[in-house]
Protein backbone atom coordinates (compact mmCIF):
# COMPACT_ATOMS: atom_id res chain seq x y z
CA UNK A 1 0.00 0.00 0.00
CA UNK A 2 0.91 3.59 -0.33
CA UNK A 3 -0.42 7.06 -0.51
CA UNK A 4 0.97 10.63 -0.45
CA UNK A 5 -0.26 13.45 1.59
CA UNK A 6 0.88 17.13 -0.01
CA UNK A 7 0.79 20.38 1.27
CA UNK A 8 -1.44 22.53 -0.35
CA UNK A 9 -1.41 25.88 2.40
CA UNK A 10 -2.17 26.87 5.68
CA UNK A 11 -3.07 23.65 7.45
CA UNK A 12 -4.62 22.20 4.34
CA UNK A 13 -3.61 18.94 2.47
CA UNK A 14 -3.95 16.82 -0.22
CA UNK A 15 -3.96 12.89 -0.08
CA UNK A 16 -3.13 10.58 -2.38
CA UNK A 17 -3.72 6.22 -2.56
CA UNK A 18 -2.04 4.11 -4.57
CA UNK A 19 -5.26 3.59 -6.01
CA UNK A 20 -5.38 6.80 -7.30
CA UNK A 21 -8.41 8.45 -4.92
CA UNK A 22 -8.01 12.10 -3.66
CA UNK A 23 -9.07 13.53 -0.48
CA UNK A 24 -9.22 16.90 0.91
CA UNK A 25 -7.88 17.21 4.69
CA UNK A 26 -8.20 21.05 6.64
CA UNK A 27 -8.16 22.15 9.95
CA UNK A 28 -10.40 24.75 11.78
CA UNK A 29 -10.55 28.16 11.04
CA UNK A 30 -8.85 28.67 14.48
CA UNK A 31 -5.98 26.36 14.06
CA UNK A 32 -5.19 28.21 10.50
CA UNK A 33 -7.37 25.77 8.57
CA UNK A 34 -10.39 27.05 5.85
CA UNK A 35 -12.81 24.26 6.81
CA UNK A 36 -13.30 22.72 3.47
CA UNK A 37 -11.79 19.15 3.83
CA UNK A 38 -12.22 16.68 6.72
CA UNK A 39 -9.33 16.59 9.96
CA UNK A 40 -6.95 13.54 9.75
CA UNK A 41 -8.49 12.31 12.95
CA UNK A 42 -11.93 12.03 11.13
CA UNK A 43 -10.37 10.31 8.38
CA UNK A 44 -8.91 7.31 10.65
CA UNK A 45 -12.65 7.12 11.87
CA UNK A 46 -13.94 7.14 8.30
CA UNK A 47 -11.19 4.79 7.89
CA UNK A 48 -12.27 2.18 10.76
CA UNK A 49 -15.80 2.44 9.89
CA UNK A 50 -14.95 1.35 6.23
CA UNK A 51 -13.09 -1.69 7.51
CA UNK A 52 -15.86 -2.69 9.88
CA UNK A 53 -18.34 -2.28 7.65
CA UNK A 54 -16.99 -3.99 4.55
CA UNK A 55 -16.23 -7.29 6.83
CA UNK A 56 -19.85 -7.19 8.72
CA UNK A 57 -21.12 -6.62 4.93
CA UNK A 58 -18.70 -9.63 3.54
CA UNK A 59 -19.96 -11.93 6.46
CA UNK A 60 -23.74 -11.15 5.93
CA UNK A 61 -23.03 -11.88 2.24
CA UNK A 62 -21.30 -14.58 2.81
CA UNK A 63 -23.81 -16.41 5.50
CA UNK A 64 -25.97 -15.87 2.21
CA UNK A 65 -28.18 -13.33 4.08
CA UNK A 66 -30.36 -11.12 2.45
CA UNK A 67 -29.14 -7.41 3.42
CA UNK A 68 -30.56 -4.77 2.34
CA UNK A 69 -28.56 -2.19 4.51
CA UNK A 70 -25.91 -1.56 6.97
CA UNK A 71 -24.49 1.70 8.31
CA UNK A 72 -22.08 2.71 11.10
CA UNK A 73 -22.55 5.38 13.46
CA UNK A 74 -18.93 6.25 15.03
CA UNK A 75 -18.45 8.21 18.08
CA UNK A 76 -14.92 8.73 19.96
CA UNK A 77 -13.40 10.72 22.17
CA UNK A 78 -9.76 11.59 22.75
CA UNK A 79 -7.70 12.70 25.88
CA UNK A 80 -7.44 15.83 26.90
CA UNK A 81 -3.42 16.25 26.03
CA UNK A 82 -1.22 16.50 23.01
CA UNK A 83 -1.01 14.50 21.51
CA UNK A 84 -4.74 14.40 21.40
CA UNK A 85 -5.24 10.41 21.10
CA UNK A 86 -8.13 8.46 20.76
CA UNK A 87 -9.42 7.13 24.10
CA UNK A 88 -12.75 5.08 23.39
CA UNK A 89 -14.46 4.77 19.92
CA UNK A 90 -18.12 2.83 19.92
CA UNK A 91 -19.05 1.79 16.72
CA UNK A 92 -22.94 1.17 16.31
CA UNK A 93 -24.53 -0.95 13.62
CA UNK A 94 -27.33 -0.35 11.73
CA UNK A 95 -28.42 -3.66 9.45
CA UNK A 96 -31.55 -4.81 7.67
CA UNK A 97 -32.10 -7.33 5.56
CA UNK A 98 -35.19 -9.86 4.37
CA UNK A 99 -35.40 -12.50 7.59
CA UNK A 100 -32.11 -11.29 8.88
CA UNK A 101 -31.19 -13.07 12.66
CA UNK A 102 -30.01 -10.95 15.43
CA UNK A 103 -27.50 -13.64 15.78
CA UNK A 104 -26.34 -13.38 12.16
CA UNK A 105 -25.57 -10.09 12.80
CA UNK A 106 -23.99 -10.20 16.57
CA UNK A 107 -21.83 -13.05 14.86
CA UNK A 108 -20.40 -10.93 11.85
CA UNK A 109 -19.42 -7.74 14.39
CA UNK A 110 -18.01 -10.09 16.72
CA UNK A 111 -15.90 -11.40 13.78
CA UNK A 112 -15.48 -8.16 12.50
CA UNK A 113 -13.87 -6.35 15.73
CA UNK A 114 -12.02 -9.85 17.09
CA UNK A 115 -10.06 -11.31 13.81
CA UNK A 116 -10.62 -9.13 10.82
CA UNK A 117 -10.62 -5.76 11.01
CA UNK A 118 -7.10 -4.43 10.54
CA UNK A 119 -8.20 -0.93 11.84
CA UNK A 120 -10.15 -1.85 15.06
CA UNK A 121 -7.62 -4.56 15.75
CA UNK A 122 -4.46 -2.11 15.50
CA UNK A 123 -6.17 0.61 17.35
CA UNK A 124 -7.17 -1.86 20.13
CA UNK A 125 -3.76 -2.68 20.60
CA UNK A 126 -2.57 0.65 20.76
CA UNK A 127 -4.94 1.18 23.74
CA UNK A 128 -8.17 2.45 22.53
CA UNK A 129 -11.08 1.07 24.30
CA UNK A 130 -13.22 -0.20 21.18
CA UNK A 131 -16.68 -1.08 21.55
CA UNK A 132 -19.43 -2.56 18.99
CA UNK A 133 -22.96 -2.80 18.96
CA UNK A 134 -25.62 -2.92 16.79
CA UNK A 135 -29.30 -2.73 15.94
CA UNK A 136 -31.83 -4.01 13.17
CA UNK A 137 -34.24 -2.21 11.39
CA UNK A 138 -37.20 -3.71 9.83
CA UNK A 139 -37.27 -4.53 5.81
Partial sequence: MQATVKWVDGVMFVGETGSGHAVVMDGPPDHGGRNIGMRPMEMLLLGLGGCSSFDVVQILQKGRNDLASCQVQITAERVDAVPSVFSKIHLHFIVSGKDLKASAVERAVNLSAEKYCSASIMLGK??????????????
Wanted: glycine share 8%; proline share 0%; aromatic share 8%.
Fill in 126 to 139: AGVEITHDFEMLAS
